[in-house]
């Protein structure tokens, strides 16, 4: 992919040291500042070497943060690798819990507590209605807690399987036909109690809030199935390691301003532009920024963890199709102008740049 000409680490160093005196916390702060830095000289970098054509390459080093866009590719596509071996030869749902904007206030201060109780609320909706067949559910979901232009829109990204296991351990499909999983209507009533008992479970006494919560319409949206496996990994990739905003949606970065493309999902999904001054590009940015250790892709019931290592091979096994090994391509050790997977590091070097010896005759990465 042909790097972008912008970066939300352009907007960054363009704000300049004044971001300090603008009211994020620590958490933010250190973020902000990495992104900023990553895979530039401050954090150092390595040199590595082809040892089938002999070309140097000097790389300096990303700064792995999840909030980077620079850094989320590779870890997408381990993580895709690592669920390819987990698919069930069943169809698959996307379904999308959203919460209401009346959310927004308590999410600015409380994020933990709402974006938890996000991930529960969803869960006991899916656990409610796989119950009424009998049968125990699984659910792979990803939290996002960002709109097109970076306003503050929480919401779920599931991956549910259209089927469950049963009181004998067998699978069983949730419809004969596969073309939908459940009444999305009766969902979202079931969803708004569940969300709204957890908010009083951790404590949140609003009434005027609770009250406003049940008077509002709260959405539910589920995707028919899946054609295939394949089609699985490929869709599981768009939303995994998504990030508020990606580089290539930055069209231009001034002393000043900032202007990126959106789409307006109000207006048909057309695609527009916005421009905003860099101090509120960067406050919208910083909404999106999760709390330390915070788990935003979560695996429950048949395809939480504590399946996969027990059971996951009987239940694929039940099946006559099998699920189909998946492998991501990559070409993080294959040489740029050979193309061989041939480099290797031969070289370390921090702050004050690679030694001058590397740098003739060398190609300089810092994408």
């Known amino acids: 992919m042909q790097q972008s000409k912008y970066e939300v680490a352009d907007v960054l160093r363009a704000v300049g040291v004044s971001i300090e005196a603008q009211g994020y916390n620590t958490h933010q702060l250190r973020m902000l500042r990495a992104i900023k830095e990553c895979r530039t000289s401050a954090l150092g970098g390595h040199v590595d070497a082809c040892t089938s054509c002999g070309l140097i390459k000097v790389s300096y080093n990303s700064c792995r943060n999840r909030h980077c866009p620079k850094c989320q590719g590779h870890k997408r596509e381990e993580w895709i690798q690592k669920r390819a071996s987990e698919l069930l030869p069943v169809p698959y749902f996307h379904v999308v819990f959203t919460l209401p904007s009346e959310l927004n206030k308590l999410a600015m201060h409380e994020p933990k507590i709402v974006y938890d109780a ?15 067949l009998n049968l125990q559910m699984g659910m792979i979901s990803i939290l996002h807690t960002w709109g097109q232009n970076l306003s503050l829109h929480p919401h779920l990204h599931c991956i549910v399987p259209g089927a469950g296991v049963d009181k004998n351990g067998k699978l069983q499909s949730i419809r004969k036909d596969g073309k939908f999983l459940f009444c999305t209507k009766a ?9 709204v008992a957890e ?13 406003s919560l049940f008077t509002k319409k709260w959405v539910v949206f589920a995707k028919r199935a899946f054609g295939n496996a394949q089609s699985i990994i490929e869709y599981l990739g768009r939303y995994t390691h998504k990030v508020a905003i990606s580089n290539n949606r930055i069209k231009e970065v001034t002393k000043t301003h900032v202007t990126f493309v959106y789409k307006d999902y109000n207006d048909g999904a057309k695609q527009k532009q916005m421009t905003l001054t860099n101090e509120e590009f960067i406050r919208r940015f910083a909404q999106h920024i999760l709390p330390a250790r915070f788990v935003r892709i ?8 504590t399946w996969k290592r027990s059971k996951l091979k009987e239940l694929q096994g039940q ?40 740098l003739l005759g060398t190609q300089n990465n810092t994408a």
């Not at 009533?189 to 569940?194: D, E, F, I, N, S």
């Not at 979560?298 to 963890?305: N, Q, T, Y």
């Open 319 to 358: 099946m006559i199709v099998v699920a189909k090994q998946f492998e991501a391509q990559t070409k993080l050790h294959c040489c740029p102008h050979c193309k061989t997977p041939t480099m290797e590091m031969i070289d370390v070097f921090g702050k004050r740049g690679p030694p001058k010896e590397y």
């Open 298 to 305: 979560r695996h429950f019931g048949i395809l939480s963890s």
């Open 199 to 211: 908010l009083r479970s951790k404590g949140i006494v609003d009434k005027d809030l609770f009250e």
């Open 187 to 195: 969902m979202s009533k079931m969803y708004r109690a569940k969300y």
């Open 118 to 132: 996000l991930f529960a609320a969803a869960w006991q909706t899916l656990q409610s209605f796989g119950a009424k």
